[in-house]
Nanobody
Framework: QVQLVESGGGVVQPGGSLRLSCAATGSGFSNYDVGWFRQAPGKLRELVAHISAFGVTNYHDSVKGRFTISKDNAKKKADLQMNSLKVEDTAAYYC?????????????WGQGTQVTVSS
């Protein structure tokens, strides 16, 4: 079982940067894919960035070139570096971990951290 705790959210001006961190407890973190999702008020939750257990990364088109996801298995954490932030990046950001290659395996969510981009 894995528990996830996000940190690093806050208020930043447009063009600024934030680094979100997802700290995991439990065993087997290296076997998990990790995704960062976000949900703005009145909108559906969307996948922003994803890193597989093998280190393959994928990004939502709206954040390509601005956001970078990384995963440190030894430290049991996954970070999301967000640069050149825009007002439309404002949302609650959630960390998610799963093992999609194992049928029926449980997945896990963190509690979320708020990112507000405003001048």
């Amino acid at each position: 079982q894995v528990q996830l705790v996000e940190s690093g959210g806050g208020v930043v001006q447009p063009g600024g940067s934030l680094r979100l961190s997802c700290a995991a407890t439990g065993s087997g973190f290296s076997n998990y894919d990790v995704g960062w999702f976000r949900q703005a008020p009145g909108k559906l939750r969307e996948l922003v960035a994803h890193i597989s257990a093998f280190g393959v990364t994928n990004y939502h088109d709206s954040v390509k070139g601005r956001f970078t996801i990384s995963k440190d298995n030894a430290k049991k954490k996954a970070d999301l570096q967000m640069n050149s932030l825009k007002v439309e990046d404002t949302a609650a950001y959630y960390c998610h971990a799963d093992r999609p290659r194992i049928p029926g395996a449980a997945d896990y969510w963190g509690q979320g951290t708020q990112v507000t981009v405003s001048s």
